[in-house]
């Protein structure tokens, strides 16, 4: 069974930066693309930054030249470096995996801007 395994999040001021990683297995996994979503309370889940296995990488409008998204495909992981964190970056961010049939999901770590 396909897991997919966060860590990272925390408190951080306005300004600060933090670095989420996300580690799926087991190791024989395929996977396609990973990526970053977030939720924030009363808000939709929305994709903050994807990166394919081949190096393609998107990123939301609200975090381009902050985010920077990173995998190691030696070790299924995936690296979200959070930099200029704004209070409106707080929200779960998710890790998500895409393999060829079925997308996975992690159980989320919370992100808090606030001073």
């Known amino acids: 069974q396909v897991q997919l395994v966060e860590s990272g999040g925390g408190l951080v001021q306005p300004g600060g930066s933090l670095r989420l990683s996300c580690a799926a297995s087991?190791?024989?996994?395929?996977?396609?693309?990973m990526g970053w979503y977030r939720q924030a309370p009363g808000k939709q889940r929305e994709l903050v930054a994807a990166?394919?296995?081949?190096?393609?990488?998107n990123y939301a409008d609200s975090v381009k030249g902050r985010f920077t998204i990173s995998n190691d495909n030696t070790k299924n992981t995936a690296y979200l470096q959070m930099n200029s964190l704004k209070p409106e970056d707080t929200a779960v961010y998710y890790c998500?995996?895409?393999?060829?049939?079925?997308?996975?999901w992690g159980q989320g770590t919370q992100v808090t801007v606030s001073s």
């Open positions: 990166i394919t296995s081949a190096g393609t990488i």
């Open positions: 087991p190791s024989s996994f395929s996977i396609n693309a």
């Open positions: 998500n995996a895409k393999g060829f049939i079925f997308t996975y």
